[in-house]
């Protein structure tokens, strides 16, 4: 039963508009969600998290947005570049515990 | 810059063979972890230590096992390798808090023949 889940296995979205990735979770008890960016033959890196005393957090391009009551997650990427064509993870941690999504792809389109 | 580095990239083993996956990192973190990634099932966790000479089973510990004896390098053994166990292997590390980001390795890409 997978308690994150990222419904869209990929993503096409034009040069220069906005890329909207989501992420569902299941338990309310999760408090900190980080999102994580990865190139192919690459580990993924870091990109930007939040706290669930928050409902937004800014990081130039990167914004993310948590809705608490709908248990949802979204990753805004405005506007998008070329370079941001990566496979997209969302990850929350809790009482020791690391969720992963299963990753949406991410293409942008030039 | 932090930076953990994985022994191999790609390695082929026979069924039965002992396998072994070292992952060293240079910024003194606390946390080292190891998860396989494949297709559709993101990233799963096998084993983490949060210091030395500890280790805490992940979600799918079943068939490997773990060491860390110094503080930067932490080790992924698979007993007896099987097929089931071909799959992309990821090393992190955070700092201390369970909740700090993870640093990656590039993977090793692991094929049970």
């Known amino acids: 039963d997978q308690q994150v889940k990222q419904n869209s296995p990929s993503l096409s979205v034009q040069e220069g508009r906005i890329s909207i990735l989501n992420c569902d979770y299941t338990?309310?008890?999760?408090?900190?969600f980080l999102w994580y960016k990865k190139y192919p033959a690459e580990g993924p890196t870091f990109l930007i998290s939040?706290?669930?005393i928050k409902d937004k957090n800014e990081d130039g391009r990167f914004t993310v947005f948590l809705n608490k009551s709908a248990k949802h997650l979204s990753l805004h990427i405005v506007p998008s570049q070329p370079g941001d064509s990566a496979v997209y993870f969302c990850?929350?941690?809790?009482?020791?515990?690391?969720?992963w999504g299963a990753g949406t792809k991410l293409i942008i389109k030039p | 810059d932090v930076k953990v580095t994985q022994s191999s990239r790609y390695l082929v083993k026979r069924t039965g063979e002992k396998v072994f996956l070292e992952c060293v990192q240079d910024m003194d973190h606390e946390n080292m972890f190891w998860y396989r990634q494949d297709p559709g099932l993101g990233l799963r966790l096998i084993y983490f230590?949060?210091?030395?000479?500890?280790?805490e089973k992940g979600d799918i510990p079943e068939g490997y096992s773990v060491s860390r004896e110094k503080k930067e390098r932490f080790s992924l053994i698979l007993e007896s390798a099987s097929t089931n166990q071909t799959s992309m292997y990821l090393c992190?590390?955070?700092?201390?808090?369970?909740?700090?980001?993870?640093?990656f390795g590039p993977g090793t890409r692991l094929t049970v023949l």
């Open positions: 939040i706290s669930s």
């Open positions: 230590s949060y210091d030395v000479k500890m280790k």
């Open positions: 992190a590390s955070s700092r201390t808090g369970w909740w700090d980001e993870q640093f």
């Open positions: 990850e929350t941690d809790s009482n020791y515990q690391l969720i």
């Open positions: 338990n309310s008890m999760f408090d900190y």
